[in-house]
């Protein structure tokens, strides 16, 4: 597997309360992207980072922000937390564009009470 | 939105016979991926297609790619039960953008 981590890998919160997500990588890679997954949708794009202090938003970023500070972590805050905002979350690496494959980590389930 | 679909979102099938799963998409794309995921784990790579390839293969996965009708299928072949999983097609759009999007995945389950 790829060198990809993400912590906590469970985590059950309140309504309202801020909850950060991290996503740490051993592979040096430039891309990293946050997704979550619930049924019936598939997997979204929420933010992703193409190099240190540089992100963007994805399909479904409101409610959501980022942080790149280091090439390796790429931490997803949500600043106040929803019960829409319950689902598994997946980080994601690549080392270039579209042209390269993406190495998944194994999920953070989130529940949001 | 998603860009790229896959039919069916589920198949059932029994061990040894072969699996088809197909992506549709809505835009030209540069290549087109696809993942396998196993129940509660992250997606993995399965293979990648570029937009100026019709077919390739990869072990028992055999993929076709026509981009006029903006589609491609995964072709299982033999399937074992250790194929369970879900299967999702990715399609990097071309022009812009470069980051892929998802459908949202065959459900494949095979019975020993």
């Known amino acids: 597997d790829a060198g990809i981590t993400q912590s906590p890998r469970h985590k059950v919160t309140e309504t309202g309360t801020p909850v950060t997500l991290r996503c740490h990588q051993t592979?040096?890679?430039?891309?990293m992207y946050w997704y979550r997954q619930d049924p019936g949708h598939g997997l979204r794009l929420i933010h992703y980072?193409?190099?240190?202090?540089?992100?963007d938003k994805g399909e479904v970023s409101d409610g959501y922000s980022v942080s790149r500070s280091k090439t390796e972590d790429f931490l997803l805050t949500l600043e106040s937390a929803t019960s829409s905002q319950t689902s598994v979350y997946f980080c994601?690496?690549?080392?270039?564009?579209?042209?390269?494959?993406?190495?998944f980590g194994p999920g953070t389930r989130l529940t949001v009470l | 939105s998603q860009q790229g679909e896959e039919d069916p979102q589920a198949l059932s099938i029994q061990e040894g016979e072969n699996a088809t799963m197909n992506c549709s998409y809505k835009?030209?794309?540069?290549?087109l991926q696809w993942y396998r995921q196993n129940s509660g784990r992250g997606l993995v790579h399965l293979i990648l297609?570029?937009?100026?390839?019709r077919e390739k293969h990869s072990g028992r996965l055999r993929v076709t790619l026509d981009t006029s009708k903006k589609s491609s299928s995964l072709l299982i072949t033999a399937s074992r039960a250790a194929d369970t999983a879900s299967y999702f097609c990715?399609?990097?759009?071309?022009?812009?953008?470069?980051?892929?999007?998802f459908g949202r995945g065959t459900s494949l389950i095979v019975h020993p």
């Open positions: 994601a690496i690549s080392s270039s564009g579209s042209y390269n494959e993406q190495f």
């Open positions: 592979e040096n890679h430039r891309y």
């Open positions: 980072s193409y190099g240190v202090k540089d992100t």
């Open positions: 835009t030209s794309i540069n290549n």
């Open positions: 297609i570029r937009s100026n390839e």
């Open positions: 990715a399609t990097p759009p071309s022009g812009g953008s470069y980051i892929p999007t």
